[in-house]
């Protein structure tokens, strides 16, 4: 194996380094690629094919629901985008400006699209006339700008992939139920998908979304203990309809102002994957959005019918598994270390003595564990075994959640827990915006995450001021 051990090496350990052995299993991995221009990434092949598969489960979800997918202009007007005031206050550090066309200066800037909420406006207030048109569901699969001070692959990449909902309502009441129905399928993919356990709930005035009356989101805690903002679903009001002037006739025959809803997930979520799941190997990718599924190794592949039998299994498997044969003259000890690495979750090894047996060898990334599976049994072997690797990972990593969890009743403490441990730190709070400044002052970062829809009283005082309080808050340090 030593291979493999050279293999292992060229990753730092997580320990050691977490932001070093991100960065190291992202280039073994082939996930991206650098580029000239900072925070612009190239998604080499093995990392685009997991969002495309992440990218599948969710259009299919959103599909189930009635939306339809639709796509907008890369470019806003300036003029456009002053429309909403708190909006563009909110994302005005972040936007990179168009001031060329050609060799001509253009009349107005334009806005390299930072998030759509102001094209899916201008389009609603010309197709929106009667509350026969609503509600309108819709949803873009896009890249997006947002010119990041700091950049990191996948978690804060100056372009990068999401898709945004984007919906149009008859009542508030529609488009609150629309708000909490996405985030609550958010949270499901995340479980269900990627085997990532996440708190959801409402975030705090202060961490919503620009020009939101209300923000939701789900948070997922990285194996290190940091939080990652996973997804998040808002909740807009007519705020955004009365700036645009869209309006439409309703039932009593009356111009009413529609109730608007976006959501949205990113190519972050592969960040997410690589730190929840993954070791000092590698990546250990969930199988229901691995890219390879089922890796098959020949071993003695020289001798006869060995490589035949890859080539047959290949086959066969392909009908219902996302395979891979590794036919090529390197050694499988390489192979078995490789394809470790790429976070596969099972691996088929099949050699002389198997197909004289009529059985291969199963390898699972997880745990390593090895069956001997039959070959008339391959099929429904594998499938148990896929499932039982997505609820292992699930439960490793709902452990580390549990494990990384802190209450704090007092100041003293909660100053003690941010300073000494990592995760998040269950809290009173009172209200008052000015407390989340002082915590994040004095700890350095920590930040609210969400007042968790199943709320404890640990206390009936906010652990900063000691006035009354009103509400539990998860906080912790954010990707």
């Known amino acids: 194996m030593a291979d493999q051990k050279k293999m292992v090496e060229a990753i730092t350990s997580m320990d050691v380094d977490f932001a070093k052995w991100y960065t190291d299993v992202i280039k073994k991995a082939e996930l991206i690629d650098y580029t000239s221009v900072k925070g612009c990434m190239v998604f080499r092949p093995y990392g685009y094919a997991i969002w495309e598969n992440m990218q599948k489960d969710l259009d299919a979800r959103f599909k189930k629901t009635g939306h339809e997918n639709v796509y907008m202009p890369l470019l806003i007007p300036e003029s456009l985008l002053q429309k909403e005031k708190d909006h563009v206050q909110g994302f005005a550090p972040e936007v990179a400006w168009v001031t060329y066309g050609g060799e001509e200066k253009l009349a107005e800037r334009l806005c390299i699209r930072p998030t759509s909420e102001t094209l899916f406006c201008e389009h609603y207030a010309k197709v929106i006339n009667s509350y026969r048109d609503l509600p309108k569901l819709y949803n873009q699969w896009c890249s997006v700008m947002r010119w990041e001070k700091t950049t ?12 945004e909902g984007h919906t149009m309502h008859e009542t508030a ?13 958010y949270k499901a993919f995340f479980e269900e998908a990627l085997a990532i356990p996440v ?52 039932r009593d025959n009356t111009l009413q102002y529609p109730h608007q809803t976006s959501w949205g997930v990113s190519t972050r979520m592969i960040g997410g994957v690589i730190m929840v799941h993954g070791d000092d190997n590698g990546l250990v990718l969930p199988p229901r959005i691995a890219p390879i599924q089922v890796a098959i190794i020949p071993v003695a592949m020289h001798k006869e019918g060995v490589l035949e039998a890859a080539e047959g299994l290949k086959e066969r498997l392909s009908e219902k598994f996302r395979v891979k044969l590794d036919a090529t003259d390197n050694s499988p000890g390489w192979k078995f270390a490789e394809y470790e690495m790429r976070g596969v979750p099972l691996r088929l090894e099949i050699g002389p003595k198997d197909i004289a047996n009529n059985q291969c060898v199963l390898v699972r990334r997880d745990t390593r564990e090895k069956t001997f599976t039959p070959l008339d049994q391959l099929e429904e072997t ?10 292992n990972l699930y439960a490793r990593a709902l452990e580390n959640l549990n494990a990384r969890m802190f209450e704090a009743r007092t100041h ?45 009283k640990l206390s009936d005082t906010c652990v900063c001021c000691g006035r009354p309080a009103k509400h539990m808050l998860v906080w912790g340090r954010q990707y």
């Not at 002082?438 to 970062?445: L, V």
């Open 152 to 163: 990191r692959p996948f978690l804060r990449n100056s372009e990068f992939l999401w898709q």
């Open 173 to 185: 009441e529609e488009a609150k139920e629309e708000t909490l129905r996405m985030l609550g399928i």
């Open 199 to 250: 708190i959801d709930g409402q975030k705090t005035e202060k961490e919503k979304f620009a020009g939101a009356e209300a923000t939701y989101t789900v948070e997922a805690m990285m194996h290190n203990g940091v939080a990652l903002q996973a997804g998040t679903s808002h909740y807009f009001g007519d705020g955004f309809a009365r700036s645009f002037d869209i309006t439409f006739t309703g």
């Open 382 to 391: 594998i499938q148990n075994l896929l499932d039982q690797i997505h609820d």
């Open 412 to 456: 003293e403490e909660f100053l003690d827990i941010a300073a000494n441990k990592s995760g998040f730190i269950k809290a009173m709070w009172c209200g008052d915006s000015a407390c989340e400044d002082q915590i994040k002052d004095e700890t350095g970062g920590v930040k609210s995450r969400c007042i968790p829809f199943t709320e404890e």
